[in-house]
């Protein structure tokens, strides 16, 4: 099907994502709260910002397009809450490493890579970017439950 891509071991097509190589329209907002080194990926409607031009995977496009589905029509009004709300990004973004996981697993039988990849993105979501909310091994617990 043109336009559409499958992963392997995975059953869902889902349409190609666009990808710019900008920051999205409210990093100022972004940079008065959080930490921004320039390699960050943001999902802003249905657009993924990729300052840095780094390849993607297709679990990180996965875990982008959760926050598209979060966001729904209104990105702008998300942003603002996630930005403003501890609690809330904490919340979004388990969801979305919840998902980069499960993608990462259906594509990697490995436990031992399965069991990397899951400290990977737990050091990720407890990090500086988005506010130290959660231990890594919290955060460990959180996307592997």
Not at 88 to 107: M, P, W
Not at 130 to 145: C, D, F, M, N, Q
Request: hydrophobic share 40%.
């Amino acid at each position: 099907m043109p336009g559409l891509w499958k992963l392997p071991g995975i059953v869902q097509l889902w349409p190609m994502t666009e990808i710019v190589k900008d920051f999205p329209p409210n990093i100022d907002a972004i940079r008065e709260v959080l930490p921004i080194s320039g390699r960050e990926i943001f999902a802003y409607g249905n657009v993924i910002y990729n300052p840095s031009g780094a390849v993607l995977g297709p679990e990180l496009i996965a875990h982008e397009r959760v926050h598209f589905r979060q966001q729904g029509r209104r990105p702008k009004r998300w942003w603002k809450k996630f930005l403003k709300s501890a609690e809330f990004r904490l919340e979004q973004e388990l969801e979305a490493h919840r998902e980069e996981y499960r993608v990462f697993c259906q594509t990697h039988r490995d436990r031992n890579a399965q069991s990397g990849f899951l400290r990977l993105i737990a050091r990720r979501l407890a990090a500086p970017m988005y506010g130290g909310l959660i231990t890594a091994s919290e955060a460990a617990k959180e996307i592997g439950a």
